[in-house]
């Protein structure tokens, strides 16, 4: 009997040394598969730098998570007076592919990518999707332009606050389409349905800028901003842009004189209510409506960069559908929400 237990118990040992040798040969010995990190993926990716919000928000729209971007001015943030800080230098000198807007938007970018010796491909956006932009006035010496020039006062310059016509915003998804196809042309099938998708979006938004427009008595049709950033909206949706207290830079420093011709204006033309703007100090228009005894929108605009999350307007659409219902609303018309499925016909 005791044989027979013996016997069993060096069988069942014996199992038992076997089970925990394997498991121990599964613990240790070859290496193992470990999932990658976000950080890992990221590196392995080709590298883009967005200068602006909305030249961001486009990007990562059509290519989603096929590429790392790095988008550089913040929300908050006014492209004309921001400084440049020294991760984006190494940032711009890491790229595989460089997108600014151009047209002087970014000064102080523009002078970092103009000074780089990075080989990457640099895409002034705005530029390739506007060539014949429409004219603004320079008011403040010093300020670079295309080829970070300064300009003297009073000069004529390129407006590049082109994205707030979305016909434009759709030649900018198309810049950004092919460039992103050239750096990862393995991706070209993605970029083209993402790309069609937003324009498709685009041209929606549209016309649904265009029926909320029509909402606004024809005769209060005139808006009045902080600095000229709304030109390409004005013209693109029949508003009359009736002053503005800076010119195409938030850089410009207003005097008193131009804040009392500013109030002028408004009187002679009738303005109902007028706007402040996020990247700009609320204070001046304020000081502008009082004089002036009109109503200043307690919706400021979203002229220069996208909003931060939760505000609304923290995408480029969001920010078109922001603008357009403060705008409507200021100015005695109905913005009604926007629907993506519909089109609907703006009224003459």
């Known amino acids: 009997m005791l044989k027979k237990l013996l016997g069993k118990t060096r069988r069942w040992g014996g199992v038992a040394v076997l089970a925990i040798g394997l498991g121990l040969a599964g613990c240790s010995g070859s290496p193992q598969a470990s999932n990658p990190t976000p950080e890992s993926r990221a590196a392995n990716l080709p590298k883009v730098v967005a200068t602006t919000g909305v030249i961001c928000d486009i990007t990562k729209e059509i290519a989603e998570s096929s590429i790392d971007t790095i988008c550089l001015i913040k929300p908050g943030d006014a492209p004309h007076a921001y400084q440049s800080k020294p991760e984006d230098r190494k940032a711009i000198e890491t790229a595989n592919l460089i997108l600014y807007a151009g047209y002087g938007h970014e000064p102080s970018i523009i002078k970092l990518i103009k000074s780089t010796t990075n080989s990457a491909p640099k895409i002034a956006v705005h530029e390739l999707a506007v060539p014949k932009p429409l004219m603004g006035e320079h008011e403040h010496e010093g300020e670079q332009t295309t080829e970070a020039q300064p300009h003297a006062e009073g000069e004529k310059v390129p407006d590049p606050h082109v994205w707030h016509n979305p016909q434009n915003g759709i030649r900018m998804v198309e810049v950004i389409r092919d460039e992103l196809k050239k750096i990862a042309p393995s991706n ?67 005097t008193a004189a131009r804040i009392a011709e500013l109030s002028s204006e408004i009187k002679t033309a009738g303005v109902p209510t007028i706007f402040a703007e996020t990247t700009t100090n609320p204070k001046l228009m304020e000081t502008v409506a009082r004089e002036a005894n009109v109503k200043i929108s307690d919706k400021e ?48």
């Open 188 to 254: 070209a099938e993605l970029y083209t349905k993402n790309a069609a998708k937003l324009t498709t979006d685009l041209q929606k938004l549209d016309l649904w800028i265009k029926a909320q427009i029509a909402t606004i008595p024809a005769d209060k049709r005139k808006l009045v901003t902080t600095h000229d950033a709304l030109s390409y909206y004005a013209d693109a949706y029949g508003l009359e842009v009736a002053g503005a207290l800076q010119g195409v830079s938030t850089e410009e420093q207003p």
């Open 301 to 348: 605009l979203y002229s220069d960069e996208l909003g931060g999350p939760g505000s609304g307007a923290d995408t480029y659409e969001g920010m078109l559908k922001t603008n357009t219902c403060a705008i409507v609303s200021g100015l005695g018309g109905n913005c009604t929400p926007f629907a993506r499925e519909a089109t609907p016909t703006p009224k003459p």
